[in-house]
């Protein structure tokens, strides 16, 4: 059993001890890491705000976090990509061609 972690605040519950909350009122939002956390919070305005996960993008207009297991997490790498990340390592390495 993971770990389940209780916000004294709102009641939010979540695993893991490297996600983040956010106490916002009106989200609740969970995030698996601290870096998806902050760039879903803006400084806009007095205290800030929230933005909606599904609408924050990259440079290349890519969204940056997908909810799966009640957490928003970064994208996961398809088998391909993967693939193509390992194999741009071998060829950079092999010089004697
Ligand atoms: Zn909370
Ligand atoms: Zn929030």
């Known amino acids: 059993m993971p770990e389940l972690i209780t916000c004294p605040r709102c009641g939010a519950q979540w695993s893991g001890l490297s996600a983040a909350h ?16 902050d760039a879903h919070r803006h400084s806009r305005g007095e205290h800030g705000g929230c933005l909606d996960p599904a609408t924050i993008t990259n440079s290349r207009g890519e969204r940056i976090m997908f909810h799966r297991a009640g ?11 993967k693939t193509a990340v390992f194999s741009r390592r071998i060829r950079g390495a092999k010089k004697d061609g």
């Open 22 to 37: 956010c106490c916002a009122a009106g989200c609740g939002r969970v995030f698996s890491t601290v870096r998806l956390f």
């Open 71 to 81: 957490a928003w997490r970064g994208p996961e790498l398809t088998e391909e990509q």
